[in-house]
């Protein structure tokens, strides 16, 4: 059975930002990957400096390019279907979906969101015309016509202004979902119309919308948009090793990845399950890996 020091689950931005900062500290880490990262949808990736407009495949390989120079790390393309405690050795046995198993000290969990969509059909544009976050997206959908599609009216308002610095002409869809007088006044007053029916369905050509169809029959021409999915944890590692989970289901951390149970961190998304970006996500793979090697250097020195 293979031994590490640190198994990273998880190769987005997160995984690999913690794995290079891990094995430039000489650790012997595994790092395993599915390949279900949730931006594998999307054309391009934007914001990261340095990185603007590459394609997520690419970002991931040149990471994993840059992890090739440290010899004290191996890559895992496989899934993570268990990890359970070996209390006897105080470590962790880490199971992949082929049955093999591995040995680590510690665990870092950057395995990332999901999204479910107030629309299903969402989906079949997400990543092509219709986006989730406007500074990733807004400026290739700029002045284009968008809708925006929420069904919290919190949510609804914050889009809705957000989305306007790229686009003025705009179209809330709230799916059936209620909008208060004060709020709809204030989106109508910058002429953005509101659509409160239900929706039948969305009209386009491989992935990029051209109209919505309402439930009445109504039908409007739309190049694209943002919408508001909900997020949840992919699988629920942190349920199962008993990591503290506040109200507001992000995981209890000390601000630098280490979670309340002993050796198991976290980085990226899967902390808090809200949306962030590629490079705050690599930032907090880059603070877990030195919370990971300090503890590994102050309990073996
Ligand atoms: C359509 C779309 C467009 C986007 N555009 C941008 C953009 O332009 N710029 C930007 O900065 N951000 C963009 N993002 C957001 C960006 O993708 C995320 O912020 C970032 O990927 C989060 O990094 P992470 O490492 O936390 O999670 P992820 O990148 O999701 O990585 C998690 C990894 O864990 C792996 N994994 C999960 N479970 C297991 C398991 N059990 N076993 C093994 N591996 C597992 C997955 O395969 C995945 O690769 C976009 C997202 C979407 C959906």
């Known amino acids: ?20 900062t891990l094995g430039r500290a000489r650790r012997n880490i595994g790092v395993f990957d599915d390949g279900s990262n949730r931006n594998r949808v999307t054309q391009e990736s934007h914001g990261f400096i340095t990185r603007d407009g590459t394609k997520p495949h690419e970002f991931r390989e040149i990471g994993l390019k840059e992890l090739e120079k440290y010899p004290s790390i191996s890559y895992f393309n496989t899934k993570i279907t268990e990890i359970t405690k070996d209390i006897v050795n105080e470590r962790f046995i880490v199971r992949t979906k082929d049955d093999e198993e591995y040995s680590t000290e ?116 739309r190049s694209g948009g943002f919408v508001i999915p909900t997020f949840y944890r992919p699988i629920s590692f942190v349920e199962q090793l008993g990591c503290e989970i506040d109200e507001k289901g992000a995981v209890v951390t000390d601000g630098m990845g280490r979670t309340t149970q002993k050796n198991i961190y976290i980085a990226g998304e899967t902390e808090k399950v809200l949306p962030s970006s590629l490079m705050m996500s690599a930032g907090e793979g880059n603070k877990t890996a030195v919370a990971v090697n300090t503890d590994l250097t102050m309990e073996r020195f």
């Not at 807004?138 to 599609?149: F, N």
């Not at 979902?177 to 969305?202: D, G, H, T, W």
């Open 1 to 20: 059975m293979n031994i590490f020091d640190c198994i990273v689950v998880g190769a987005g931005a997160a995984g690999l930002s913690t794995s290079l």
């Open 106 to 221: 510690k665990i870092v969990l950057a395995t990332g969101v999901q999204e479910v969509f107030p629309i299903l059909s969402v989906r079949d544009y997400y990543g092509k015309s219709i986006f989730s976050c406007p500074y990733c997206d807004g400026w290739e959908m700029r002045d284009k016509p968008l809708v925006v599609i929420a069904e919290d009216e919190e949510y609804m308002l914050h889009m809705t202004k957000l989305v306007y610095n790229w686009s003025k002409d705009l179209v809330l869809i709230t799916n059936g979902a209620r909008i208060s007088e004060q709020s709809a006044l204030e989106l109508q007053k910058r002429n953005i119309k509101i659509m409160v029916e239900p929706v039948k369905k969305l009209i386009g050509v491989d992935g990029y919308l051209r109209e919505v169809e309402f439930e009445s029959g109504e039908t409007i021409a």
